[in-house]
C-alpha cells in the first residue's frame, strides 16, 4: 500500500544491515494486533507485513509475549492472514531533526504532507524518547514569556521553561487560544502537535492562523484521530523531540500539544491491547506513567542551552475536571489554564476561568504590584460569582457590602481584560496597563 511504501523511503536511511534483516510468519491477527515467531529486535521495531492481496503494510514491535513478538499494524483493515511474511525494515529510534523543518507540517514518520516538497534537509539525529536532564543542571525559570494573550499575561504570567495544561471541555475555544499563543509568542520557535484531532482542523490551522511571519519559525506534527494509535504517540513522541533539538542549540521554544488526552487514549489502546489490567475509566498504569515522561522532558535545559515552554490541552470529558488523566497532568504540570463553558456562552473569549486557573511560577517572575493587582481581580471575579444570582433577583441592595459594589462596579472591565479577538494580539506590557485600570 502506498502508506508502507511511504515509510519505506522515509526510514531507508535508518535501516539495520542487510546481515541483520529478520524474517518471520504471522501466527495471530486479532485485526490490530499481529503476533509472529520470535526474531531479537527491540521494542519499537519497525515491520514490514506482507498482505493476502499482495500490498503491504507496517507495524510496530510493542512487546513480546511466550516466544511471540507483538506487533501492531499502523494501518487498519489490513488483509493480514496466517503465515503472512514479516520483515524487519528499521530498529532506530532516532529521528531527523534540523532547521530545515522550520515551516513544514509533518506526519508521524516525519514525512512533510504540506505538498511544498517531499524533502527535508535534516543536520542530525534525535532519539525519539528524549535525552536524559539531569534535574540539577536545569536552569531556574526567571524571565516572562509574552504569549499576546492578555489575561494570561496579566493574572497568570508565564515563564520561559514553564509547563502548563489547558483544561476544557468540547467547544469553549481550546484549537482557538493555541492559534493565537502561536502567531502571538515571542518565542524563537513553535512546534504545534496536533495529536488525535479532526482531520480538517489542520488546513484550518495552516490557513488561518499562520502567517508568513510566524510560518517561518514553526513547525507542526499533525496526526488526525484516524491514524492508528502508536503512530499518535509517535507523534507526540517526534514533537518533543524536534522542541528538544532547537533547546539544545540556544533556542526558546513554544511547544504546544493538542491534546494530551488523545495521547493517553492511544496509550490505553496499546497497553489493552499487551494485556495490562485496566483502572480508572480503563487506564492502564502505562498511561500514568507515560504522562510525566513526555511533560519532563520539556521545560528549561542547561547550560548554554534555551528552554522549551510547553502547552497541553487536557480534555475533561463531560467537563469532569476529576478525569484521571487530569488530575495526573495538574499534579505535575508548573500551572493550569481552565476554560469555562459557562463564560463561553456568554460569548466571553477566551473563556478562562480566574477562580480555577493556576500559574505556580508567576510570583516569581513578576513585580508584587502585578501580583497584587492580579489577586484583587481573581477576588472580586470569586465575590460577583458567588453572588450574581442573589444580585439578579434583586436579593442585594447596593452599600451593604462594599466588597460586593466593586466586584458589580468593575465586573465590565474584567470582562474586557479576559475577551481578546483572536486577531488583535495584547503583548505583556499592554497587558499589564489593562490590569492597573481595575480599582
Known sequence: MILAKNILKTIEKHSISENRVYKSKTSKFDGKVVECDSFPSPIGTI???????????????????????????????????LGSSVKVLSSSNNVDVGF????????????????????????EM???????INPMSRKPIKEVLDVGIRAINSLFTVGRGQRLGIIAGSGVGKSILLGMMTKFTDADVVVVALIGERGREL????????????????VI??????????LRIKGAERATSIAEFFRSKGKNVLLIMDSLTRIAHAKREVGLALGEQ?????????????????????????????????FYTILADSDDTNDPVVDTARAILDGHIV???DLAQLGIFPAIDLNQSLSRVMNNIVSEDQQKRSEFVKKLFSIYQENKELVLMGG???????DIDSALNNWSKICELIKQSYKIKSNFNDSCESLKKIN
Open 396 to 402: 442585594y441592595s447596593k452599600g451593604q457590602n462594599s
Open 339 to 341: 476554560l469555562s463553558r
Open 126 to 132: 534525535w532519539p525519539i524518547n528524549g535525552k536524559p
Open 47 to 81: 515491520c514490514e507485513i506482507e498482505c493476502n492481496d499482495s500490498t503491504k503494510v507496517t507495524g510496530e514491535i510493542i512487546g513480546f509475549r511466550e516466544n511471540k513478538n507483538i506487533i501492531a499494524v499502523h494501518q487498519q483493515n489490513s488483509n493480514i492472514v
Open 278 to 310: 485496566p483502572t480508572s475509566k480503563g487506564y492502564p498504569p502505562s498511561v500514568i506513567s507515560m504522562i510525566p515522561n513526555l511533560i519532563e522532558r520539556t521545560g528549561s535545559g542547561g547550560k548554554n542551552e534555551g528552554t522549551i515552554t510547553s
Open 100 to 123: 530545515g523543518l522550520l515551516g513544514r507540517v509533518l506526519d508521524a514518520f516525519g514525512r512533510p504532507i504540506d505538498g511544498v516538497s517531499n524533502h527535508i534537509e535534516s543536520e
Open 203 to 218: 488546513g484550518n490551522f495552516v490557513s488561518e492562523i499562520l502567517n508568513d511571519e510566524s510560518r517561518r519559525r514553526t
Open 221 to 230: 506534527v499533525a496526526v488526525p484521530a484516524d491514524n492508528s494509535p502508536l
